[in-house]
Nanobody, 125 residues
Framework: VQLVESGGGLVQAGGSLRVSCTVS????????MGWFRQAPGKEREFVAA????????FYEDSVKGRFTISRDNAKNTVYLQMNSLNPEDTAVYYC???????????????????WGQGTQVTVSS
């Protein structure tokens, strides 16, 4: 599948931002959709994921209660709503797709076959 992110930008600490990922190229019924992020000089890390059919969600501990992942079936779009942002959330955010993945491996970068180009999110202090 092909993934295109949008919605990144600059926001002040404490603010909110929503990034979107439009998906094309295949039926999504078996997919897990993930959001990862990569800050300068750091490895890409898991943020959140959602199983397309059941809408079951998974979150990295540092974003629980602040970020919400969701999907819109009609629009083939995955969203990441980010609230209470802080400068440590500054990174390039990537959308990803995994066709077959078990729950225990949902945070593993290598499990995802397809990736978007990324969108920059910058949080100023």
């Amino acid at each position: 599948v092909q993934l295109v992110e949008s919605g990144g930008g600059l926001v002040q600490a404490g603010g909110s931002l929503r990034v979107s990922c439009t998906v094309s190229g295949g039926p999504l019924s078996s997919y897990m959709m993930g959001w990862f992020r990569q800050a300068p000089g750091k490895e890409r890390e898991f943020v959140a994921a959602i199983r397309w059919t059941s809408a079951t969600t998974f979150y990295e501990d540092s974003v629980k209660g602040r970020f919400t992942i969701s999907r819109d079936n009609a629009k083939n779009t995955v969203y990441l709503q980010m609230n209470s942002l802080n400068p440590e959330d500054t990174a390039v955010y990537y959308c990803s797709a995994a066709r077959y993945i078990t729950t225990v491996r949902v945070a593993m970068t290598d499990e995802y076959e397809d990736w978007g180009q990324g969108t920059q999110v910058t949080v100023s202090s």
